[in-house]
Structures are given as structure tokens and as C-alpha cells.
């Protein structure tokens, strides 16, 4: 069993920087996928970013792409996302996924290749 809890979230302005993570528990992470997405109310789950258990590939969506990083520290059991130059349209529920498949290279952007998720962290980005 793996459970996730994000943190980091709030209200900022438009060009603010805002780290978030997610801790994982249950049990060891450090040979999973993970990622992250982000959804608004009465919408579809959309792709964020997402980073192999070894971190050798990263994969972003265009809309964040140059902004947001994604980077994890298996030794504490967190995945992390850094983000740069907020704007509003980042505004959204982000959640932090893991992907069950060992040792896997790909780092898929849909969101039924995850397995487990957070509760989510709320982001906001005024203007």
C-alpha cells in the first residue's frame, strides 16, 4: 500500500514561485514512476509532469513546459514541483501520482497508467 500527501500549495500573484511535494509512506517509492496532475472542478485529470524512478527522463506538458520541474529524492521518499513564473491558468488541484510498474522507463503522460494518488494540494494564482 502506498498512500501520498501533497503540501506546498496556496495563493500566490502571477509570476511567483511555489514548491510543492509529496510525501509517500507505506512503503518504499524509489522504484516506481511518478507524477503529477492537476484538475479542475467538473473537468478532465490533466498531465502536469512525470519522472522515472532512476529520474533518467523527465516528461512535461506544453503548457508547462520551461517552468515547472520535477524532481524526486528517493532517499527521503518525496517528489517534488518546482514551480516558476505561476500564472493564472496554473490555478488547479494538483495531485501526486505513482505508477505501480517497476523499473520502468517511461514516464506516461495518462493518467490511468498510475496507480496511486494523493488528496490533493490547492494552487492558486491570482493576477
Known amino acids: 500500500q502506498v498512500q501520498l500527501v501533497e503540501s506546498g500549495g496556496g495563493l500566490v500573484q502571477a509570476g511567483a514561485s511555489l514548491r510543492l511535494s509529496c510525501a509517500a509512506s507505506g512503503r518504499t517509492i524509489s522504484r516506481y514512476g511518478m507524477g503529477w496532475f492537476r484538475q479542475a472542478p467538473g473537468k478532465e485529470r490533466e498531465f502536469v509532469a512525470a519522472i522515472t524512478w532512476a529520474s533518467s527522463t523527465t516528461a512535461y506538458s506544453d503548457s508547462v513546459k520551461d517552468r515547472f520541474t520535477i524532481s524526486r529524492d528517493n532517499n527521503k521518499n518525496t517528489l517534488y514541483l518546482q514551480m516558476n513564473s505561476l500564472k493564472p491558468e496554473d490555478t488547479d488541484v494538483y495531485y501526486c501520482?505513482?505508477?505501480?510498474?517497476?523499473?520502468?522507463?517511461?514516464?506516461?503522460?495518462?493518467?490511468?497508467?498510475?496507480?496511486?494518488w494523493g488528496q490533493g494540494t490547492q494552487v492558486t494564482v491570482s493576477s
Open positions: 501520482a505513482v505508477r505501480r510498474a517497476l523499473y520502468s522507463t517511461l514516464a506516461p503522460s495518462e493518467s490511468a497508467e498510475y496507480d496511486y
